[in-house]
């Protein structure tokens, strides 16, 4: 009897430690390699702000001007400040499919232009940012990869801009770290 306590223990050990997965750290862009991506969209020029108008993460998904609402997260760590997306998967039908979908809804505070950033890694994983824009896409390699998926909007003040994110490619799931919305000067 004890001998068999002593393999379930060990078999429950085993399990155990593969069950603890250890998110890798992501970071945000700095503010210097934004404004390059924006120079890249944008010819009327203008710089981000050293800080962005509205930020949302796992640790911090609702704000005054907007709110993030995921549908299917993979994970929802606000240890690491990560949100893990599954990488959405289309069936044989039309409209099926399955994966995570991140909706982000910002009210604009001024007229302007605005960066739109969304920070994220993964294997092989593209993140698609839809908005009215159309869609704009980035490709991280490997987790240790940071890097965001960016995109420029023209808004009025009070303006209401929503627009949704989700990751596919090779890798399985995606690390969202934020998203980060900045008014050009």
């Known amino acids: 009897m004890a001998k068999k306590q002593s393999l379930l223990a060990q078999s429950i050990a085993q399990l155990n430690s593969h069950r603890v997965v250890k998110a890798p750290a992501v970071k945000n862009q700095s503010v210097a390699s934004l404004a390059a991506a924006a120079a890249q969209i944008i010819t009327q020029g203008g710089v981000p702000a050293l800080m ?3 930020e949302l993460s796992a640790r911090h998904p609702y704000d005054p001007a907007g709110r993030m609402d995921v549908y299917m997260p ?3 760590d606000c240890k690491y400040d990560l949100l893990f997306m599954d990488a959405l998967v289309t069936g044989p039908g039309s409209g099926e499919w399955n994966g995570t979908i991140c909706y982000v809804t910002f009210t604009t505070p001024a007229n302007g ?3 739109v950033a969304a920070n994220f890694s993964g294997y092989q994983i593209t993140m698609r940012l839809a908005g009215p824009w159309g869609e704009s896409t980035a490709y991280s390699a490997t987790p240790s990869a940071h ?3 960016t995109s420029l909007w023209t808004g009025s003040a009070g303006e209401l801009l929503e ?3 989700h990751c596919t ?3 399985v799931i995606g690390y969202l770290k934020s998203v980060q919305i900045f008014l050009l000067s």
Request: net charge positive.
């Open 52 to 54: 962005p108008t509205m």
């Open 74 to 76: 993979g994970r929802w």
């Open 113 to 115: 232009n605005y960066l």
């Open 147 to 149: 890097t965001a998926v």
């Open 163 to 165: 627009f949704s994110l």
């Open 169 to 171: 490619g090779g890798g």
